[in-house]
Antibody
Framework: QVQLVQSGAEVKKPGSSVKVSCKAS????????ISWVRQAPGQGLECMGRIIPIYGTANYPQKFQGRVTITADESTSTAYMELSSLRSEDTAVYYC???????????????WGQGTMVTVSS | QSALTQPASVSGSPGQSITISCTGT?????????VSWYQQHPGKAPKLMIY???NRPSGVSNRFSGSKSGNTASLTISGLQAEDEADYYCSSKRSSNTVVFGGGTNLTVL
């Protein structure tokens, strides 16, 4: 059974950057899209973008273009999400999630990481 | 980008059926059969309940069903149980290979 294990909680200063990792174990990595979804305290879910590791190209919603970079390393079955120019509104739990369909994304996420809390505070 | 529109809360008694709506536009819900539904309990990661409008992942109870008409998708839960009490989110593919979520619906089992 595939599992996604994320890196630990982070506390960052405004204006800095954070990089969160998501390591897959127990199954195929490269052919499934990996997306990043965040959830601010008491708020809803927000998709930040996704990557299909074997293709290497990431897609981002307009809101995050220029501030988010999603990458993947097939050799270690690890995906990364880097968010720059952090502000207090970026305080949230960040999840990685795998698409339910291989190769042709259904934009539905059946396997989720445990979440990484990122706190932005001066 | 605006989120999909869901009711903030719904409630029902054990054994009853409830339906949660999710309204978008022709650029998301109405334009693609890539609508999903997630259940989220407090402090937990979301769990996929429905994908591609009406498909259930393995292991999800057949009490959960999905449908779509025009720009509105719906999640129906039949035979409500106490453990169904949670937040529910819809999502849809939007043009440019992005995904948009609804604002979430809190389900209370009375």
């Amino acid at each position: 059974q595939v599992q996604l294990v994320q890196s630990g909680a982070e506390v960052k200063k405004p204006g800095s950057s954070v990089k969160v990792s998501c390591k897959a174990s127990g199954g195929t990595f490269g052919s499934y899209a990996i997306s990043w979804v965040r959830q601010a305290p008491g708020q809803g879910l927000e998709c930040m973008g996704r990557i299909i590791p074997i293709y290497g190209t990431a897609n981002y919603p307009q809101k995050f273009q220029g501030r988010v970079t999603i990458t993947a390393d097939e050799s270690t079955s690890t995906a990364y999400m880097e968010l720059s120019s952090l502000r207090s509104e970026d305080t949230a739990v960040y999840y990685c999630a795998r698409d339910v369909s291989m190769t042709s994304p259904s934009e539905a996420f059946d396997i989720w990481g445990q979440g990484t809390m990122v706190t932005v505070s001066s | 980008q605006s989120a999909l529109t869901q009711p903030a809360s719904v409630s029902g008694s054990p054994g009853q059926s409830i339906t949660i709506s999710c309204t978008g536009t022709s650029s998301d819900v109405g334009g693609y059969n890539y609508v999903s539904w997630y259940q989220q309990h407090p402090g937990k990661a979301p769990k996929l309940m429905i994908y591609e409008v009406s498909n259930r992942p393995s292991g999800v109870s057949n009490r959960f069903s999905g449908s779509k008409s025009g720009n509105t998708a719906s999640l129906t839960i039949s035979g409500l149980q106490a453990e169904d009490e949670a937040d529910y989110y819809c999502s849809s593919k939007r043009s440019s290979n992005t995904v948009v979520f609804g604002g979430g619906t809190n389900l209370t089992v009375l």
